[in-house]
Every structure is written in C-alpha cells, then in structure tokens.
Nanobody, 120 residues
C-alpha cells in the first residue's frame, strides 16, 4: 500500500508565500512523476504543476507560471510546491498525485489534500 501525504497548507494574505510538501511512502515502486492539483469550492479539480522523475522536467498551469515552483530533494519520493505572490484565486484544497510504474499500467495515488486560503 502507498500513502501520499500533503502538508504546509494554511491561511495567507494576498502577496504572501506558502510552501507545500508531499511525501509518498509505503510499498512504492519506481516513481514516474509527482504533481499538484487543486480544487476550489464549486469547481472541478485542476492541474497546477508536475515534475517527471526521469530528467526532472516540470510543467505548470498558465495561472501559476512565474509564481509557483515545483521541486524535489535529491533522494526520496517527495515533492514541494513553493507558492509565491499568492492571490485569492489560489484558494483551494491542494492535492498531491504520485504516479508509479506498474504492470501492466502505471499506478496513481492521491493524497487527502491540504487547504490553502488566501485573503485579499
């Protein structure tokens, strides 16, 4: 079994910064990618950022480019999301997603989410 756990959410004011962390633990296989999604009240879950483990390529939603940065430590199934210049529109529950190699198809695991609230 694999557990994906997020941390670092909380309250912020517009213009502030927050850093989210996510760790995948348990019976993990080879990691393919980890990423962040978010879901605001009354809206569907949307992609925020992701990082491929092989090569380290990163991808961002247009709405967060230049403000958010995804990174990982040298070792471990862990990923961070540095969120700068926060806006009230960033208010959402942020979910971490981990994709592992599987047979015959990759396996995806989600965390429970961490709340981010940005006030104006």
């Amino acid at each position: 079994q694999v557990q994906v756990t997020e941390s670092g959410g909380g309250l912020a004011q517009a213009g502030d910064s927050l850093r989210l962390s996510c760790v995948a633990s348990g019976r993990t296989a080879t990691m393919i990618a980890m990423g962040w999604f978010r879901q605001a009240p009354g809206k569907e879950r949307e992609f925020v950022a992701s990082m491929r483990w092989s090569g380290g390529s990163t991808y961002y939603a247009d709405s967060v480019k230049g403000r958010f940065s995804i990174s990982r430590p040298r070792v471990g199934n862990q990923v961070y999301l540095q969120m700068n210049s926060l806006e009230p529109e960033d208010t959402a529950v942020y979910y971490c997603k981990a994709d592992f190699r599987g047979d015959p198809e990759p396996r995806t695991y989600w965390g429970q989410g961490t709340q981010v609230i940005v006030s104006s």
